[in-house]
């Protein structure tokens, strides 16, 4: 069974750019969460898809988004990008129903921001 | 408001001892689950394992075991006879009561186990 797979693996942008990105889920799973990892905030929880709804969103702001497409790929965008916003981006994939926090980990999407 | 301690913030150890990833996490629901992850250089987090806060069974994996106390909020993570592969980050992580999905981690503990 192919893993949660992440696009692209590192990259590099610049300030006020924006920038998206991929996640594949495990086949037949129906739940797509997204964090950020960064060295002083840690792994913060980004918003969780459910069958292309947004089922919760953390604390950030308006900038960041994301949608869940009906094969349950998803995307997450930053707009106007900021030098925090470099960070490790996961993606975290689960069946959606009665998986109670087991998620499946994508390798990441490395960000720079110059 | 939810939150995870890790206090230790790198543990370094010699192949063979054994180590424990102390957790200690705060919450006023009464109906929770905890988890710890693991992450490798490469960067994917690895589910190890979930308890949730009815069950203070601790729980053993061949080289891993967990100690839940609902008494001391704790859960704690002990691997016996390390090896170079446990190299990694671990993270303790507490459920969230907005979704299943959503997750509240600790700043996780760098554990280097030498040769």
């Known amino acids: 069974k192919a893993g949660v797979t992440q696009t692209p693996r590192y990259l590099i942008k610049t300030r006020g750019q924006q920038v998206t990105l991929s996640c594949s889920p495990i086949?037949?799973?129906?739940?797509v969460s997204w964090y950020q990892q960064t060295p002083g905030q840690g792994l913060q929880f980004l918003f969780e898809y459910f069958s292309e709804t947004q089922r919760n969103k953390g604390n950030f702001p308006g900038r960041f988004s994301g949608r869940q497409f009906s094969n349950s790929r998803s995307e997450m965008n930053v707009s106007t990008l900021e030098l925090g916003d470099s960070a490790l981006y996961l993606c975290?994939?689960?069946?959606?129903?009665?998986?109670?926090?087991?998620?499946?980990f994508g390798e990441g999407s490395r960000l720079t921001v110059l | 408001a939810q939150k995870v301690t890790q206090a230790q913030t790198e543990i370094s150890v010699v192949e063979k001892e054994d180590v424990t990833l102390d957790c200690v996490y705060e919450t006023r629901d009464t109906t929770y689950y905890l988890f710890w992850y693991k992450q490798p250089p490469s960067g994917e987090l690895v589910f190890l394992i979930r308890?949730?806060?009815?069950?203070?069974q601790n729980e053993i994996s061949g080289r891993y075991s967990w100690n839940f106390q609902k008494s001391t909020s704790s859960f704690n993570f002990t691997i016996t006879a390390s090896q170079v592969v446990d190299s990694a980050v671990y993270f303790c992580a507490l459920s969230d009561p907005m979704g299943y999905s959503t997750l509240t981690f600790g700043k996780g503990t760098m554990l280097l186990v030498s040769p």
């Open positions: 308890r949730n806060s009815f069950d203070e």
């Open positions: 086949s037949g799973h129906r739940s």
């Open positions: 975290a994939s689960s069946p959606g129903e009665g998986a109670n926090g087991e998620l499946f």
